[in-house]
């Protein structure tokens, strides 16, 4: 009896020895602020392309296209990608008025995987003057897309 106790408990080790062990979960990719900060600088480089491009709504594709979006210069606010749009359309008709833009001193906080705060400059060079001023912008990752959620700009 005990011999064959023992041939049952070797057979049981031999079953479990040529089992493959469980697999172990993929590890998740470590969280990286360059990558975070490339991401959302590259979202400001198209916008700046589009602009000098005569495109506002280029420029826009840089803004989450909903009524969340929070957009304030001076004392005004305005909510949703749509009035956005038509803000920058009426303030800005045609390429004259748009003139060349370039964003300076650039501050990209990273606050998480999924969100960064932009801190900097804007200036505008137009043929018969060159406006500037600073603005803030908090941007979210959409899916694959950075895009700004807010913005407040002040001249």
Same mark, same amino acid.
């Given at each position: 009896?005990?011999?064959?106790?023992?041939?049952?408990?070797?057979?049981?080790? /031999?079953? /479990?020895?040529?089992?493959?062990?469980? &697999?172990?979960?993929?590890?998740?990719?470590?969280? $990286?602020? #360059?990558?975070?900060?490339?991401?959302?600088?590259?979202?400001? $480089?198209?916008?700046?392309?589009?602009?000098? $491009? +005569? =495109?506002?709504?280029?420029?826009?594709? +840089?803004?989450?296209?909903?009524?969340?979006? !929070?957009?304030?210069?001076?004392?005004?606010?305005?909510? +949703?990608? !749509? #009035?956005? !749009? #038509?803000?920058?359309?009426?303030?800005?008709? =045609?390429?004259? &008025?748009?003139?060349?833009?370039?964003?300076?001193?650039? =501050?990209?906080?990273?606050?998480?995987?999924?969100?960064? /705060?932009?801190?900097?400059?804007?200036?505008?060079?137009?043929?018969? =003057?060159?406006?500037?001023?600073?603005?803030?912008?908090?941007?979210?990752?959409?899916?694959?897309?950075?895009?700004?959620?807010?913005?407040?700009?002040? #001249?």
């Amino acid at each position: 009896m005990r011999l064959a106790a023992a041939f049952a408990c070797l057979g049981a080790l /031999l079953v /479990l020895a040529s089992c493959e062990p469980p &697999a172990l979960e993929e590890p998740v990719p470590e969280f $990286d602020p #360059q990558t975070v900060a490339a991401a959302v600088l590259a979202v400001l $480089d198209m916008q700046v392309e589009a602009w000098n $491009d +005569g =495109d506002i709504d280029g420029f826009m594709a +840089g803004y989450l296209r909903s009524d969340e979006l !929070r957009f304030t210069s001076g004392s005004e606010v305005q909510y +949703g990608w !749509r #009035q956005t !749009r #038509q803000r920058y359309h009426e303030r800005y008709p =045609d390429r004259a &008025a748009m003139g060349t833009l370039a964003f300076e001193n650039l =501050d990209v906080r990273v606050l998480s995987e999924h969100a960064a /705060l932009v801190f900097g400059r804007f200036r505008l060079t137009r043929e018969s =003057d060159e406006p500037t001023g600073l603005f803030t912008l908090l941007l979210e990752q959409h899916g694959e897309q950075w895009l700004i959620v807010a913005d407040h700009t002040s #001249q």
